[in-house]
């Protein structure tokens, strides 16, 4: 039994010792679970709290409401008004007949406030819950263009406006939201919101809808027309001007939803339905001064700020717009158009009618209409901005339009990165390319800056195909321009473009999408003096260099490089130096100028709306580009452009472009980057030995007193052609006929005989005597006529019938001719010639 005891106490303890294991494994895991568990709510609070900061940074204060809300005047947020540059003339205002915005209370006590069947229904159609939520709600949290609450409407339309849908502003709307029902109350959310939403028409709030649409204070409307306009508010695009017929459906709806949540009795709603709410006239608008520039200027500003942030109100926007500039840019824009298309002159007046040119002969285009922008490339700001004159009314659009021939700059700007230069030659004869000139003529050799600037066609597709297509899109986009295929050119890109050549290769502008453009806005401040935009300091953009910039601005403000009309009418000198660039269609119904100083762009578009009533060319648009240049440069002191460092000037032969000899008739100074200069002589004109009786080339035959050297143009095989069909006087082929003189028997030459072949050692054999001999000289040209002589023997004794002189001809092969000369003691010199042909080696 003893022996028991032991064993009984050893089981005992070990399973003791089993739990205590147990337990103090458990206690283990708890203490573990509870340390993990413990850091994970650490780590959420942390994260959360994290989260919350990042999600309130910056987040807007809500006491700028009642500054912008709860005016002490009792007005409301003013209409938002562009001016010009001075910030003087007001071109438009956001508000209906620039009427000012009224403030109504929602309290009784007021005699003017706003009246309850309006809060109803504003409630029933847009926030039925609004008596019971905080401000917000979660349902639409996702759909980020939903603002279910009148505290979150107030929230995006007030404070989030310029932060781009996400869920953080969705969080964040509802985070001010439930500020602002906690700090202002629902009355007041509800007053607020009645007296700032949106009805369209930038009508903004109740009391300027009621007048634009009823006629009358909101205080006065009835249950039906409070219904309409809460339907309004809620889709202001759905109104009494725009459709009609909806925004009276639309108020009946609501006047259901009103009867439905009980905010509308039956008997209420059903006198409500008998009212018949009548519409006000829409008002006729004035005509705006610079209706295409307003356009213009608020698609730039849509970068910056929603459009209805901007249409509610309270900004002041100070834009580039000349006032007097555009004036006058309308004025002769008008009269321009009208006679184009052979309409009566308007009936309006125009001071600046005086710079305007005549019409081109025969250029009466019906259907045409014309457009024109101003910039000053030296800041990148539109000066002026003329829409689309159609019959002499201009509308407030700048439609973009095919851009033709007017990019072929960027052509030749892409030859002259490449080694060409405005004196390189090129050959406008048929074959050289499929592309026809608009003139349906060839023009023959020139150099490159003549094709430029009378816009050939021909020529630029052939350099065009040198270049390469890619290589000149390149450039081209560089410059914020597209030669693809299809694609339109707007005033604004041309402008912006030909003005980093005005400004010798920077764009300055400012950005939009990645791209520089012309600006129209100088900077847009709030009511309160903050400023929301400054763009009045251009960005500035280098893109091709300054040596570049000059040769195309040399080649296209070179007046005597424009021929026929442009130079006869002298329309496109404007009295201060430069440059221009003329564009058309093939189908003729788009025409472009496009023209510069170092101080204006002002580029041109002419139209025609059907392919009837004339053609149009770029000479027309050319007479108003000549009148808006005048009219933006009268105050400017002229100023042209000066050599960089990295080009040079000098003397060359026209048309071929090389060093001139003095056989060439035509020197031009010419300008070239360094480096790119010619080295060779001129090859084009060359001299030669005419029979002028039979205007064949001279041979050795040819009596001396029937030759004349003539300078002629040396054509290349494949223009000959042309240059036959032309006119134009070329080199005769066929040499004049060989008569070989009556053989004297004291000068002559018996060995080789006439028109042989020879090769190796040649003995020349003949006879050298006479009276009064003295010597004689034996001498080889090569050609029917040489022109250098080379003397091979020479001897004071005579010979008769026998060896002259020895010629070794190894190395030399073609036709030559050999002459004898032999010197009299009267100084008279006979001579024989023959002409013989060297084999030469095989």
Partial sequence: MSS??????ARRERRLARQRANHARTRSLFLSAGMVLSFLIAALIIITAFAYVSLTRDLPSTAILPILLNPPDGLLLQPTRIYDRTGENVLFTFAPNDSQRRYLPLSATNPQHLPNSLRDAVIAKIDPYFEGHPGYTLTTIF????????????????????????????????????????????????????????????????????QLYFGKSAAQLETAESAILAAVSDAPSLNPYDAPLTALERGRETLTLMQIQGLLSAEAALEARGESPVFQTPPIPEPELAAAFVNLLLTQLDSQFPRERIERGGLTIISTLDYDLQQQSSCVTAFYAARLAGLPDPVISCDSLRFLPALP????????????IITDPKTGQILAAVGE?????????????????????????????????????????????????????????????????????????????????ENVDEISASFGVSRDAGAELSLLDAAGAFGVFAQEGVYFGQEFEDTLKPVSVLRVEGNDGSLWLDWSTPQAKPVVTPGLAYLINHALSDETARLGALQSSNVLDVGTPAAVKLGQTEDARDAWTIGYTP?????????????????????????????LMQIASQNLSPEGWAAPEDVSIINVCDPSGMLPTTDCPNLVSEVFLNGNEPI????????????????????????PHLIEERVYLVVPPDARSWAEGTG?????????????????????????DLFSEVGGDVQIEGTAAGDGFVSYRVLVGQGLNPQEWIQVAESNEPVTADVLAAWNTNGLSGLYAIQLQVVRNDQRVDTAIIQITVKGEE
């Fill in 728 to 752: 134009l006087e070329i080199p005769p082929s066929d040499y004049d006929v060989i008569q070989p003189p009556p053989l004297d028997e004291n000068v002559n030459i018996t060995a080789p």
């Fill in 361 to 372: 002969p025969e250029s009466k285009v019906e259907n045409s209409s014309a457009s024109a």
């Fill in 389 to 469: 004159t159609f019959q002499g009314q201009e509308t407030p659009l700048i439609a973009a339009h095919d851009p033709g021939s007017v990019l072929d700059a960027f052509i030749y700007l892409t030859g002259f990165t490449r080694g060409l230069s405005p004196a390189s030659l090129i050959w406008d004869i048929p074959g050289k390319t499929d592309v026809q000139n608009f003139d349906g003529e060839y023009h023959g050799p020139m150099r490159l800056r003549i094709a430029l600037a009378n816009d050939y066609a021909a020529p630029a597709a052939q350099v065009l195909s040198q270049m390469g297509v």
């Fill in 4 to 9: 028991t005891i032991p064993i009984l106490r």
């Fill in 680 to 703: 060779q002589v001129d090859t084009m004109y060359r001299r030669y030995a005419v029979n002028r009786e039979t205007g064949l080339l001279a041979t050795v035959f040819t009596l």
């Fill in 599 to 627: 101080s204006r762009v002002v580029a041109v578009w002419t139209g025609a709306r059907a392919q009837t009533g004339g053609d149009l060319s770029p000479s027309a648009p050319a007479v108003l580009w000549s009148a």
């Fill in 143 to 210: 759909n980020y263009d939903l603002h279910p609450t009148l505290a979150q409407r107030l929230a995006f339309d007030l404070l989030l406006f310029d932060e781009p849908p996400s869920l953080r502003r969705a969080l964040r709307e509802r985070i001010l939201a439930a500020q602002i029902t906690a700090r202002y109350g629902r009355t007041q959310i509800l007053e607020w919101y009645l007296n700032s939403a949106n009805f369209g028409h930038h009508a903004f709030g109740a009391e300027a809808a009621s």
